[in-house]
């Protein structure tokens, strides 16, 4: 219980960025709810007088941390504010103990709350909801239940959702996750590891926690690329934009910035360092963009908010922010990293009849979690250089680009694909991105993980042991995150792979029996294949050059050959050529020449290896094609 207080002292003195010697005095009052049980609460008023908009927090975690500090910069300094305050303890927590019922629906809590709210001589009726994670996920059950009252919500780090592979990614168990959650007093381990495949249970709580349409207000989802309800978040603003009631969808918004989950330590969603890496472009701007939706929703402040982007998104290594309408942004194209002999990670397929390495798993000595999208409290969280701790073990195979010449833009989800063999009838593959900085620090943004036995599903009749040393191909890409992150020159992309990340993911004891019991414990021998016929890789959405779109051309007639190319690169069309521009992968022009002909040939003899693209322009500037080539 000590440790677990700590936690949540530590979550609320560094989400307000101070620790004060005299702690906030609020209103305590109790909420009556529709079965006559109250809710305890802290009410915090701006003195003065008069009538306020009010901020809602439902929380899990005890609402008397909140007197050392309110949300949304308002810290102790109340009667700076233009908003009421009312924070309450859900039921079966804290001070609502007594409200305790055997299944609570937290939405019409939320809703009984929202209106006494409105009917208290402080309110002037109109209310919006914020909070991270499980605070955030009670404003959408809230939501749902449509209070009159309720004017807008700020949910941070959530979704509604309550699906399969937020527990089961890759058929794993999240073994950190779940043992958080039910340090946390949410007691969720004892249905999840009855239902490690998907079944019928999964199928229908997916369904009932899928709402999209029953969104009736403006909502402001803020989440960070190197959280663990990215898929969440981008899956439910996409729902809401497209589902929502006609008069609201438009208002929708979506902030998703450099941040992790939060909830110990210093980094939250917000705080400028995050892991080893500092984001000074992006501090407090969940903070501040917050207030403003809530001044335009809650105060009828005209602020611009009405016409501000759908999606503002921070694009990690550029350090800059960016706008879209929709997620993944348009002009991204697919490019296959390949996996190498001797650890080389590039854009040409391999060409060799054999190549393979291995990986002796022991799951008495897995390989350990270190950064990414954690929630257990002992664990690190975020981006951290894993080059000490998880690079320099034997277990693990490394796959490195060349120091870049030029930057490598990602825009969208990765996915890998494996071919791998095993000796056991069961065993894990784990996969780790990282950015490697010219110093040698290795900093993870992304994680993956998939079980053999799930290779072909998550039903028990898509299951299936591995035949001992049989090649398959897996995909991991189940709750592998999209992202936002430009791999720099002088940097390096890197993919790890290795048989397990531990406490992450559950560690396969690879005897192919009962999971998540106690069982022999085997050690495996796993090879990963890179030849010519089994060609493993990663698959990267990168942005396409700046006006590089194919056009109007008839894409028939016209062929760029060879492909890979070496020294000379030849163009052939059925049309005249008036012109022809190569772009580097980020967008910068190398080449350009002006043709008359409809053959012609490009010295590549000065060009570096790697991935171009070639546009072709036919008469008009709006008769044109690309295509994409590689050369080595």
């Given at each position: 219980m000590k440790q677990k207080l700590f936690f949540l002292l530590i979550f609320f003195l560094t989400t307000n960025s101070f620790i004060i010697a005299q702690p906030l005095s609020p209103i305590i009052d109790s909420i009556p709810m529709r079965d006559g049980k109250k809710l305890a609460a802290d009410i915090y008023i701006p003195s003065g007088g008069g009538q306020f908009p009010t901020i809602l927090v439902q929380t899990p975690y005890n609402r008397i941390y909140y007197r050392w500090g309110l949300p949304l910069q308002t810290g102790i300094n109340l009667d700076s504010s233009k908003y009421a305050f009312v924070i309450i303890d859900w039921r079966c927590f804290y001070g609502s103990q007594k409200a305790c019922i055997a299944q609570p629906n937290r939405g019409q809590d939320g809703y009984d709350v929202v209106?006494?709210?409105?009917?208290?001589?402080?309110?002037?009726?109109?209310?919006?909801?914020?909070?991270?994670?499980?605070?955030?996920?009670?404003?959408?059950?809230?939501?749902?239940?449509?209070?009159?009252?309720?004017?807008?919500?700020?949910?941070?780090?959530?979704?509604?959702?309550?699906?399969?592979?937020?527990?089961?990614?890759?058929?794993?168990?999240?073994?950190?996750?779940?043992?958080?959650?039910?340090?946390?007093?949410?007691?969720?381990?004892?249905?999840?590891?009855?239902?490690?495949?998907?079944?019928?249970?999964?199928?229908?709580?997916?369904?009932?926690?899928?709402?999209?349409?029953?969104?009736?207000?403006?909502?402001?989802?803020?989440?960070?690329?190197?959280?663990?309800?990215?898929?969440?978040?981008?899956?439910?603003?996409?729902?809401?934009?497209?589902?929502?009631?006609?008069?609201?969808?438009?208002?929708?918004?979506?902030?998703?910035?450099?941040?992790?989950?939060?909830?110990?330590?210093?980094?939250?969603?917000?705080?400028?360092?995050?892991?080893?890496?500092?984001?000074?472009?992006?501090?407090?701007?969940?903070?501040?963009?917050?207030?403003?939706?809530?001044?335009?929703?809650?105060?009828?402040?005209?602020?611009?908010?009405?016409?501000?982007?759908?999606?503002?998104?921070?694009?990690?290594?550029?350090?800059?922010?960016?706008?879209?309408?929709?997620?993944?942004?348009?002009?991204?194209?697919?490019?296959?990293?390949?996996?190498?002999?001797?650890?080389?990670?590039?854009?040409?397929?391999p060409q060799n009849n054999s190549d393979s390495s291995v990986i002796i798993y022991d799951p008495r000595d897995p390989s350990p979690t270190y950064g990414g999208p954690t929630l257990r409290q002992d664990l690190k969280q975020g981006p951290w250089d894993i080059s000490d701790t998880v690079e320099t073990r034997s277990d693990i195979l490394i796959f490195s680009t060349d120091a870049l010449s030029t930057n490598i833009v990602i825009k969208g989800k990765p996915i890998v694909h494996l071919f791998v063999s095993t000796n056991r009838k069961d065993t894990d593959f784990s996969i780790r991105l990282t950015d490697v900085y010219p110093d040698g620090r290795s900093e993870i943004f992304s994680d993956g993980i998939k079980r053999m036995r799930f290779r072909n599903g998550y039903r028990t009749s898509d299951t299936a042991s591995a035949i001992p040393n049989h090649i398959y191909e897996i995909v991991i890409d189940d709750y592998l995150p999209n992202t936002a992150i430009t791999i720099l020159p002088g940097h390096r992309l890197r993919v790890d792979v290795t048989s397990s990340n531990y406490p992450r993911f559950n560690n396969n004891i690879n005897n192919g029996g009962t999971m998540y019991v106690a069982g022999d414990t085997l050690t495996a021998t796993d090879y990963v294949y890179y030849d010519k016929i089994h060609s493993s890789y990663l698959e990267l959405p990168v942005l396409l050059p700046a006006n590089a779109e194919n056009k109007s051309a008839d894409d028939n007639k016209t062929e760029v050959f060879p492909n890979p190319a070496k020294n000379i690169l030849n163009i052939k069309s059925g049309e005249n050529i008036s012109q022809i521009i190569i772009y580097d992968i980020a967008g910068s022009v190398i080449y350009k020449s002006y043709e008359k002909e409809n053959n012609t040939k490009v010295d590549l003899s000065g060009f570096e290896k790697g991935m171009y693209f070639v546009k072709i322009v036919f008469g008009k500037e709006d008769n044109t094609i690309v295509r994409k080539i590689v050369v080595n």
């Open positions: 209106e006494w709210i409105a009917q208290q001589t402080w309110s002037d009726g109109k209310i919006g909801t914020w909070g991270p994670s499980a605070l955030g996920k009670i404003q959408f059950q809230t939501m749902k239940e449509n209070p009159p009252h309720l004017t807008c919500a700020v949910p941070l780090v959530a979704g509604s959702q309550f699906n399969y592979d937020e527990y089961y990614p890759g058929g794993v168990a999240r073994t950190e996750y779940i043992e958080q959650l039910d340090n946390l007093g949410f007691g969720l381990s004892t249905f999840l590891y009855a239902h490690p495949f998907y079944d019928s249970t999964w199928s229908y709580t997916q369904t009932v926690n899928w709402y999209p349409s029953l969104i009736r207000v403006p909502t402001y989802m803020i989440g960070g690329w190197y959280d663990h309800n990215v898929k969440v978040m981008l899956d439910l603003f996409a729902g809401i934009r497209q589902s929502s009631p006609l008069n609201v969808r438009d208002k929708h918004r979506l902030l998703m910035g450099p941040w992790a989950h939060g909830g110990f330590g210093t980094a939250q969603v917000g705080t400028c360092t995050q892991g080893d890496l500092t984001y000074t472009e992006a501090c407090h701007w969940s903070d501040s963009l917050a207030l403003t939706f809530f001044d335009y929703h809650l105060r009828n402040i005209t602020n611009g908010w009405n016409t501000s982007p759908f999606i503002q998104y921070f694009q990690m290594g550029e350090n800059t922010w960016n706008s879209e309408t929709s997620w993944p942004p348009p002009g991204t194209t697919k490019q296959k990293f390949y996996l190498k002999n001797g650890g080389g990670l590039d854009l040409i397929a």
